[in-house]
């Protein structure tokens, strides 16, 4: 991409793009698993100035950008129109991989140890940052070691849940390919392969236009202009935090709880969750509870799998831990509600492996240009609206190029859209308040409203828990996807 030569070529409205594609890039399996749960400090010095504007910008104006074709470009264009974009929005020239760090921007305030939250009622008061100690804590972005006194106590709760954890060895890398049988067998439900959801699995809001907003794998350095632009916007979001950046930023995980966003986890270092062990499992989600504990007080009782990689064994233990499963909108068998990945076709092979992950740092990485993210999200906005419900979208905080796109582009646009989307968290389009999305906090009754009594009763999910048997989720299996869609993918891959 680095040999694209944008040039301005017609002028339109709304803004629209058209723009080509390097198609001979070939992606180093390596480079992207690298990248994938890390982050590297900005280059840059982390600055107190705002947000570097940009000294010119096709966003908020109109026109269409194509590429001269090159002897390394291929045909590949990318087209999308916004109906608004963010004044003071990165050039969509500049957010590639090799792009400068921008400013980052401080927190806005830093959060008073023993403040009580008041957006919660019977919320814990919130832990002092300061005695947070990483070793106290696994490594960082390693699976934490199964012989700690924390996950024994761990592994004793899940035998103690009442639920049973199937039988099922932990499947091959490779993802779906690589595991061919395991891939169509009903018996796993396996999310990336087939597009399996349970009952328990959270992939939609229930009313149409409403958008469960989601952030995935920070916090990171560039959170704090997410924040500052959620602010501005009185926007909240989900963000599903990963244990590993939580020890690394803990004044932001603070940040975004006290800004009334919903806190969910994400696991400790980012792992496709089929391909681990039981005890395994249990040491990402438990250290990630355990840390987001720590330092906010409560504990979250939703979690994503990261890559959406789940079967019923990881369904099973995520709920046996207190956590329901969300993962995102999948409209069919080859489509996925993901701005940051390849929409649709390649994103569902690719997050069945640790290597041909989708959606995180495609840009980042180089794998995908921003044009193609945007061309991406405006094919969710076609499907969104063929829906007789809501979505939720795959989105990410942990690097600058992700936040640049939603702040700049993907946000100013939905918050344009006509018929309007009702943006919140997931908890909240699930008709919840944002305390129901805490163990410790947690009012709802099974009937799914908001009681405003008992607070504080830490017993709730337990119970709840313990009458929901594993059998009948999977006495309520149900295979989301087009005859023939497990074959067609395996026939295209190449490793
Ligand atoms: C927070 O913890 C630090 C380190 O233990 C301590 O020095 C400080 O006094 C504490 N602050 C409050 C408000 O408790
Ligand atoms: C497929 O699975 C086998 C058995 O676990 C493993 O040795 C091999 O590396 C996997 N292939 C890929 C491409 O991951
Ligand atoms: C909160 O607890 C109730 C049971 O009291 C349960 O039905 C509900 O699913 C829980 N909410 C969440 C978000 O886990
Ligand atoms: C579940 O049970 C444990 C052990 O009895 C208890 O500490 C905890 O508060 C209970 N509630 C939840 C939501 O985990």
Redesign the pocket.
Known sequence: MKSLIPSVVAVLTPVAFVVGQNAGEHHSPLRRAQHHARQDAPSASTSTSPVALPTSSVSGASGTVSVAPTSTVDTAVYTFSLAATNPTAVPLSIITANQASSPTLPLSSTPAAGASPTFISGAPSLPNVSTIQPTNYPTMDRIPPLDSAEVQQWKQDVANSGISIPDFQPT???GCV?NTAIATDPARCWWSCTGCVTDKDITQCPDKNSWGLTYDDGPGYYTPNLLQYLDEKDLKSTFFVVGSRAIQFPSLLQAEYLGQHQIAVHTWSHQPLTQLTNDEIIAELGWTKKVIKDILGITPNMMRPPFGDIDNRVRAISLAMGMTPVIWTRTSATSTFDTDGEFPSASSLRLC?PFFITADFNIHSGVTPVQKVLQNWQTILASASTLDHGFIVLEHDLFQESVEVATGYILPDALAHNPPFKIQPVVSCLGMQIGDAYIETNKTTAGGSSASTSAGDATKSNNSIRQSPFESLVATTLIVGVSGFALGFFALTR?
């Open positions: 091959n890398p490779g690589n492996s490793f």
